[in-house]
């Protein structure tokens, strides 16, 4: 049985570390593991420009004193109004890696949302041409939809179109959720490629409900079927350079979880590494997780990959239930419970 194994250190191509005090608290969270992370928009305000990027990046490298080597990839929020030329610039400038597009009202912060891809496809087209990738949460947000059905149908009413229209856009489906997204993702060009989290490889729709309603495990996409998860972890672990780590962690204090209307989100940046290769042991495939958390990432992204190293060693530990972080309390995935592989050289 292999007891240890090493890996290029990994990024995170999918998360959230918010602002003010609790982008303090987070943040050394990701950078304990991650040499890079794609930084998610929906800030509120969210970060629709080059010069908010600028200077959301700034704020994060002061949040962490102790990880100058962390590297934050900004990305732009997509409005209706989202300025080609602007975003052209910050990509330029590399201050933007990517833009996202967030359906309006799909998700926490998501109210600027874009209403109608329709309104953006100047800013897709500009991005097509420079080669800046379109990361999308992919979710139509009809309320005549079931929650459970919005991926699926959103593959079918916006993004089969989308690539139609503009075959050469890079995009990365985030945090995909069903095996409907698998089959896409599968069958279409090298241009498209998708995230998966750890959670909605650990856990079905079920963990919502395990005898009581269980906030922590609620994020969007919402978790779905045993099937769908069965998908998830087979193309994880399946070597296809077309999926690569993005956490989603989605920090929110502990009252805004345990509420009549308690947000969506998954925090795991604590232990996501260790999230990671628990999965890819069970799944018998340890030696796919580099390629999966350290290179297929960077490869789509046009990145170099990174140089050091991280060691993980099988060592049970308990996650704890709560984390104090400054005046915070947050609920860690796997809070309460045990994972089987720790990260021994970070
Ligand atoms: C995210 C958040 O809280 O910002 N929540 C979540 O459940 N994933 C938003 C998002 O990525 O959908
Ligand atoms: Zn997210």
């Not at 209307?261 to 018998?284: K, M, Q, R, T």
């Not at 005046?327 to 990260?343: K, Y």
């Amino acid at each position: 049985m292999t007891d240890t194994i090493t890996i290029r250190r990994p990024d995170d191509w999918h998360v959230h570390l918010r602002d003010g005090a609790m982008l303090e608290a987070v943040a050394p969270f990701t950078a304990r593991q991650f040499a890079r992370a794609i930084i998610m928009p929906n800030l509120s305000p969210p970060v629709t420009s080059a010069a908010s990027a600028a200077a959301y990046r700034e704020r994060i490298m002061t949040a962490l004193p102790d990880n100058p080597g962390f590297t934050p990839l900004m990305t732009c929020y997509l409005t209706d109004d989202a300025d080609a030329d602007d975003i052209a610039a910050g990509h330029a400038a590399g201050i933007f890696t990517a833009a996202k597009l967030y359906p309006a009202n799909a998700t926490t912060n998501s109210a600027h949302g874009v209403t109608d891809v329709a309104h953006i496809m100047g800013v897709l087209e500009r991005m097509q041409a420079i080669g800046m990738p379109l990361l999308v949460h992919g979710e139509v947000t009809d309320s005549d939809i079931d929650i459970f059905d919005r991926e699926a149908v959103f593959i079918e009413r916006v993004l089969e179109k989308l690539i139609a229209a503009l075959p050469g856009l890079k995009i990365v489906f985030e945090h995909i959720t069903t095996e409907q997204a698998v089959q896409f993702v599968d069958s279409a060009g090298p241009n498209i490629a998708a995230t998966i989290t750890p959670h909605h490889l650990h856990i079905n729709r079920n963990a919502m409900f395990a005898s009581g309603m269980r906030p922590h495990a609620y994020c969007l996409p919402v978790a779905k079927r045993e099937q769908h998860r069965l998908a998830l972890r087979k193309a994880a672990t399946s070597g296809s350079v077309k999926y690569f780590l993005g956490t989603d962690s989605a920090p929110h204090e502990i009252h805004a979880k345990e509420s009549a209307c308690g947000c969506a989100g998954i925090f795991n940046a604590p232990y996501a590494l260790e999230s990671y290769a628990a999965v890819f042991d069970e799944e018998g495939a340890l030696d796919r997780l580099e390629g999966f958390a350290s290179e297929h990432g960077p490869k789509f992204y046009g990145l170099p990959l990174n140089e050091d190293r991280v060691t993980l060693k099988r060592d049970n530990f308990a996650v704890s239930d709560k984390l104090q972080a400054g005046d915070a309390t947050l609920v860690p995935f796997h809070a309460g419970s045990e994972l089987i592989w720790r990260i021994v050289q970070a």
